[in-house]
């Protein structure tokens, strides 16, 4: 089996989430935990997941402090898996996600889930919004800094471009 690419030199903590939970197996085993699945047996029999990966991607999202296991059992010993504050934390980003595919890839209407906030008991699409002011998060209206040095070197470059074809204004001679 091929050796995965370590992401550690591109110095970025997206990379750094991806590496523990981006694969397609640890996201479908985070969306389990968070609607109340805990046990090993259970996750095998909602994902359908062959029993070796889960174990894998389970082991890994121990390790990496996103799930803890919780006795429940002792013969056989059994474990219970539970998120960890660390994994809890990672709601925004299983709301981003469930949203993306409801508007770009959904479900037939017979078989979607629908997402409800019980304080109010309204259907809700797991909006994220801004931290300081409570307005929605868009693209548009959002700044990485310090840039990606690509994305820099590119608007250097596309802004040079522009110096060089705006022409000079004429010289007034007196």
């Known amino acids: 089996m091929p050796t995965r690419k370590s992401l550690d030199d591109l110095s970025c903590t997206l990379a750094n989430g991806v590496d523990v939970f981006g694969d397609r197996w640890s996201l479908m085993i985070l969306r389990d935990a968070f609607l109340g699945v805990r046990r090993f047996d259970e996750f095998h029999r909602d994902l359908g997941i062959a029993r070796n990966v889960l174990s894998d991607r389970l082991d890994r999202l121990v390790r990496s402090g ?10 056989p010993p059994r474990h219970e898996y539970m998120l960890t504050e660390k994994g809890a934390a990672l709601l925004d980003v299983l709301l981003a996600m469930w949203r993306w595919g409801d508007r770009w890839d959904p479900v037939a209407t017979d078989r979607r889930r629908i997402m409800t906030h019980s304080t109010c008991g309204a259907e809700t699409l797991g909006a994220t919004t801004c931290t300081n002011c409570g307005e929605p998060l868009v693209r548009s ?31 007034t001679s007196g």
């Open 66 to 75: 996103i799930l803890e296991t919780r006795h429940y059992e002792d013969r």
């Open 141 to 171: 209206e959002l700044q990485l800094r310090p840039m990606l040095p690509v994305v820099a070197e590119r608007l250097a470059a596309t802004q040079a471009a522009v110096e060089v074809t705006v022409p000079a204004a004429p010289t």
